[in-house]
């Protein structure tokens, strides 16, 4: 029997509860309560004008959010009667209130210019007061401008072919405070429990109750996109095409950036200064087939993005922080490189790319600083729909997919040492493995390492190499049967309409780069630790069901 010689493995069983002292029985009890509230407040004034070719349309309005949510939990322990679940049938009660409030108070604008119907321009304007910002920043005024023109409209001799066409033009800038409330200053709370002091006195001691440091200096995140694109139909709308060009600028963006853990907290909130996203967008959409019984439709929604950090704080050696991660698995910004920059450590290698292992564990050895491996964020994603109609008994089949990012899948370094996985195959018939390499002298390796710490030493290392993947999919998302009863109807004079349909979600995965895993499919679900992948999340499901749709 082998015994592991350090204690960094979580074990699947149960402590050992200790037993209740005399007069009580085991037991525990939680009696959780959960208030959401929120209230909004409007108002909307509108006009509108038209001066022969020309038009004016014009829009004030105004709007209060407030949200308020309260949590009351109360746990017990050790029980005086056994099998009575309720909060006085306890030893020991341990009490939870919690409440946060939040307000944003809105006044906005907006007018459209309008001539002939074939050329518009939109100007809008927007004012937040954010309650989760210190007052000096909790304000910001954004203002946008939006332009088209319908040339097919405006221009006589086209092909006769062109059936539609039309360009616009945009700018736009968004802000959000993208925090909790209370995020600008520290909080304390009073322990449960009564604590002697240096006279035996039982008093109430309280405590610092967070673990993120404090910015009473953030400001809301703010958001600049341009935009242009081109809108065109041809062949009588048997074909579509709709492409836009975008470039978007993020400054003052909130993050918590990690922290070390002397300082008892373990991340603060900063504001991180600009990073670029770009792209193309593009709505492409075709029936193939087009009779008095029969239709096909075909839509593709396909989209590219790029994006670069490009300043991370005042000081120009502000280039690198990191946002999330641990384990050897890290989520980075760095100055430089694109949005979500995928850290990990790697295996030694000497000059000619050869492994390196410890020549008495014979164990792998790694690099002492770590490395990108690639980018969590996909460039390519959209989805593809097929919609086959024949005599009102309608088909629908949508293909999306993800490309073009990287993941830790680290569901698989659980699997490895656990002896799960397998790539623990090798070695077991033999009792001990071999590494492929050589030591540090240079010479080969010739150690051999006993099984499980051969296959532990990845993860005691933080070396997550081996389970870099590509987290791209292509995926049967979703497959659509209906049949629309309407035309049978006609006597019925209060049913307007009625479509049967049978839905089947989540059907296929066609195509993935992971072992043992759905790409989608992970435990993390912080915007920080996209594309790190531990605990093993719970299976996907799919789900097949009916809908009934009448209208009246």
């Known amino acids: 029997m082998y015994t592991r010689g350090q204690d960094y493995n979580i074990p699947n069983g149960y402590a050992p509860i200790p037993a209740a002292p005399t007069g009580f029985i085991n037991g525990s009890y939680t009696q959780d309560v959960r208030r959401f509230r929120e209230r909004n407040y409007d108002f909307l004034l509108g006009a509108n004008r038209k001066i022969n070719d020309f038009g004016v349309d014009l829009t004030l309005g ?6 308020r949510m309260e949590y009351n939990s109360v746990s017990v322990t050790d029980f005086v009667q056994p099998g009575l679940y309720t909060i006085l049938n306890g030893r020991i009660k341990d009490p939870l209130y919690s409440k946060t409030e939040r307000k944003v108070n809105s006044l906005y604008g907006a007018v459209e210019f309008s001539y002939k119907s074939l050329l ?3 100007v809008t304007g927007r004012n937040d007061w954010f309650s989760t ?29 062109l059936s539609y066409g039309k360009l616009r033009a945009a ?6 405070d993208n925090v909790a409330p209370y995020s600008n200053v520290l909080y304390y709370s009073v322990n449960n429990n009564l604590f002697p002091n240096p006279s035996g006195q039982l008093i109430p001691v309280g405590g610092i109750n967070a673990s993120q440091i404090p910015n009473a200096d953030l400001r809301p995140l703010r958001v600049s996109e341009a935009e242009f694109g081109i809108e065109l139909k041809l062949f009588n709308s048997k074909i579509g095409l709709d492409v836009s060009y975008y470039r978007k600028i993020t400054n003052d963006q909130i993050l918590a950036a990690q922290v070390s853990d002397a300082s008892s907290f373990t991340n603060q909130l900063i504001n991180v200064g600009r990073s670029m996203n770009k ?24 989209s590219y993005n790029t994006s670069e950090v490009l300043q991370l704080g005042l000081n120009p050696a502000d280039t690198v922080i990191s946002v999330g991660g641990g384990g050897g698995r890290f989520v980075k910004q760095v100055v430089g490189k694109p949005i979500g920059a995928l850290y990990t450590f790697l295996y030694r290698r000497d ?19 770590d490395s990108y491996v690639g980018n969590v964020l996909p460039k390519y994603f959209g989805g593809i729909t097929n919609t086959f109609n024949y005599k009102g008994l309608v088909l629908t089949t949508l293909i999306d997919f993800k490309l073009g990012a990287k993941m830790i899948a680290g569901s698989n370094m659980n699997a490895l040492r656990h002896g799960l996985h397998k790539r623990t195959l090798v070695g077991r018939a033999e009792g001990y493995v071999i590494g492929d390499g050589v030591n540090p002298d240079g010479k080969a390796n010739t150690t051999k390492s006993d099984i499980q710490p051969f296959y532990e030493t990845p993860n005691v290392l933080g070396v997550n190499e081996d389970f870099v993947f590509n987290s791209g999919f292509w995926k ?18 209060f049913v307007k309409g009625l479509k049967l349909s049978a839905v089947a979600n989540n059907v296929l995965i066609l195509k993935k780069w992971t072992e043992n895993m759905d790409p989608e499919n992970i435990a993390n679900i912080s915007d920080n630790e996209t594309g790190l992948d531990f605990w093993t999340a719970v299976p996907p499901t799919r789900s097949i069901g009916v809908n009934l749709n009448i209208k009246f």
């Open 476 to 493: 049967l998302r979703q497959i659509t049967l209906g049949y629309d009863f309407t035309k049978y109807m006609k006597n019925v004079k």
């Open 279 to 302: 792209g193309l967008e593009m709505l492409f959409t075709v029936s193939p087939v087009k009779t008095t019984s029969f239709r096909w439709d075909v839509s593709a929604n396909v």
């Open 133 to 161: 910002l210190a007052p000096a920043n909790r304000s910001i005024l954004y203002p946008s401008v939006t332009g088209s023109f319908i040339f097919s409209d405006a221009i006589n001799k086209l092909p006769n072919w």
């Open 62 to 67: 105004g709007n209060q959010m407030y949200r």
């Open 120 to 122: 518009f321009l939109n």
């Open 351 to 369: 000059d000619q790319g050869r492994q390196v292992f410890d020549a008495n564990s014979g164990r792998p050895l790694r690099n002492n600083f």
């Open 171 to 176: 700018y736009a800038e968004v802000g959000d």
